[in-house]
């Protein structure tokens, strides 16, 4: 658990109840501790920060299909399993009916971003092309420590518990990459030749995922027991300091 999470007496208290009032307090936390995290602050007005983040961040990105694909397979009620493969698809580049090329992967569509930032006029002169093997490196361990929390919950076997955590990540992305798309419009001339289509979806589609996992939690709220109610919560809580652990992992690296 995060220090942050140690420290917020508002939420060790929210976990320790179990009526619907407390778990919407809750829920309200999520994105908090993310689009609050001191990272956006430092990476705003900072270039060199700001590239070297999308960076460490990248793998979080090219892995997180897999999580959901896990996260699908563990799911034991069937119209969660339906919302989740949903998703699932979206994150494979399918959208409707229509079957998306492999361009249209989100992960992919990722790296053609991180592909177009190391294109533009400023990106060598804040960093060096020895540089990028290593921020790869990191990334990948940043990425396995984020998963590796998110697998734990999904090995517990608890719809709801899992489910929960997995919003705590949808909650925050279309208000993270919405920062984000405004930090690199700052950067002059080389932002017109950046590849911002994974930002711009993110801002528009996490809105519409966010809505629909937390009707689902709602519906699973309705016909839980107290004692599944805490499954909620914990599982909310598990998540939201997964990802603000991970903001603070690719902080310390920042340096």
Not at 58 to 75: D, G, I, M, P, R
Request: hydrophobic share 40%.
């Amino acid at each position: 658990m995060s220090a942050v999470l140690k420290n917020d007496s508002q939420i060790l208290h929210a976990i320790s109840l179990g009526n619907q009032s407390d778990l919407d307090d809750l829920m309200r936390l999520r994105s908090g501790l993310v689009c609050n995290h001191q990272i956006n602050a430092e990476i705003k007005n900072d270039v060199a920060k700001l590239f070297r983040f999308f960076e460490l961040y990248a793998y979080f990105v090219y892995n997180f299909s897999f999580y959901v694909c896990e996260l699908f397979t563990s799911l034991k009620d069937d119209g969660l399993k339906v919302i989740i493969y949903e998703n699932l698809l979206e994150e494979l580049g399918v959208s409707g009916n229509q079957s998306g090329g492999w361009r249209s992967h989100h992960g992919e569509m990722y790296r053609q971003f991180i592909q177009s930032l190391r294109q533009t006029s400023i990106y060598p002169t804040v960093i060096l092309p020895d540089e990028i093997s290593i921020l790869e490196s990191k990334s990948k361990k940043i990425s396995e420590h984020f998963y590796s929390i998110h697998r734990q919950i999904i090995a517990e076997e608890q719809d709801s518990q899992s489910l929960a955590a997995f919003s705590t990540i949808e909650c925050w992305v279309s208000q993270q990459y919405g920062l984000w798309k405004n930090y690199l419009s700052n950067i002059g001339e080389d932002f017109q030749h950046i590849d911002i289509r994974t930002i711009d979806m993110h801002c528009v589609c996490d809105v519409e995922h966010s809505a629909s996992l937390d009707a689902l939690l709602s519906c699973q709220i309705t016909r839980a027991n107290p004692e599944s109610i805490y499954g909620i919560k914990i599982g909310i809580l598990r998540g939201m300091s997964a990802s603000e652990q991970m903001f603070t992992d690719i902080r310390e690296l920042l340096g």
